[in-house]
T-cell receptor, first 114, second 111 residues
Framework: EPEVTQTPSHQVTQMGQEVILRCVPI?????FYWYRQILGQKVEFLVS????????KSEIFDDQFSVERPDGSNFTLKIRSTKLEDSAMYFC????????????FGEGSWLTVV | DAKTTQPNSMESNEEEPVHLPCNHS???????IHWYRQLPSQGPEYVIH???SNVNNRMASLAIAEDRKSSTLILHRATLRDAAVYYC????????????FGKGTRLHILP
């Protein structure tokens, strides 16, 4: 069964450093998402992306965050200047064409900011 | 997304059926009922979804009340691997792109 794959599985970074989290969505999917989950809390929506542009973003997704689909296969989340409170599990997700289709999630990238 | 209400946690014995309830009294006509689960240290995983009729798949069954204001996810024979947080989510197929997760029900399976 096709999977959403994410790298790295775990990254430790210094506060203020830039981090890029990478995702390879399922190949025929057109809608892409990033979510995050702070330890012990709910899974929170960050951003959705379609047709090479952001379609929706949450209040969490401020100017420190950006997303990109640089080469038609990878989907990246960049955090420009990490803060301690960015420590969380970040999930990439994707789905096929029409609304209502199942959203498939990756295994997550655990980010620790020290 | 319309609001759903689930118990915070439930327990069940291994190899017994589990019925996970969800209330969604403000459901609209175009809201599908979706269930996802999150196993420990993993990403959310799709389980099942339905609109009006009961649904079955290899993972579970979904029983939907006639007035659609509640539903029940049924795991027919729970295993230790089914210990997870189960999320009941309403999605309007014409409007809702993303999924909004609540707190879900944490299901504990006792050996």
């Amino acid at each position: 069964e096709p999977e959403v794959t994410q790298t790295p599985s775990h990254q430790v970074t210094q506060m203020g450093q830039e981090v890029i989290l990478r995702c390879v969505p399922i190949s025929n999917h057109l809608y892409f998402y990033w979510y995050r989950q702070i330890l012990g809390q709910k899974v929170e929506f960050l951003v959705s992306f379609y047709n090479n542009e952001i379609s929706e973003k949450s209040e969490i997704f401020d100017d420190q965050f950006s997303v990109e689909r640089p080469d038609g296969s990878n989907f990246t989340l960049k955090i420009r200047s990490t803060k301690l409170e960015d420590s969380a599990m970040y999930f990439c997700a994707s789905r096929r064409e029409y609304s209502g289709n199942t959203i498939y999630f990756g295994e997550g990238s655990w980010l620790t900011v020290v | 997304d319309a609001k759903t209400t689930q118990p915070n946690s439930m327990e069940s014995n291994e190899e017994e059926p589990v019925h996970l309830p969800c209330n969604h009294s403000t459901i609209s006509g175009t809201d599908y009922i979706h269930w996802y689960r999150q196993l420990p240290s993993q990403g959310p995983e799709y389980v099942i979804h339905g609109l009006t009729s009961n649904v079955n798949n290899r993972m579970a069954s979904l029983a939907i009340a006639e007035d659609r204001k509640s539903s029940t996810l049924i795991l027919h024979r729970a295993t230790l691997r089914d210990a997870a947080v189960y999320y009941c989510i309403l999605r309007d197929v014409w409007r809702d792109d993303k999924i909004i997760f609540g707190k879900g029900t944490r299901l504990h399976i006792l050996p």
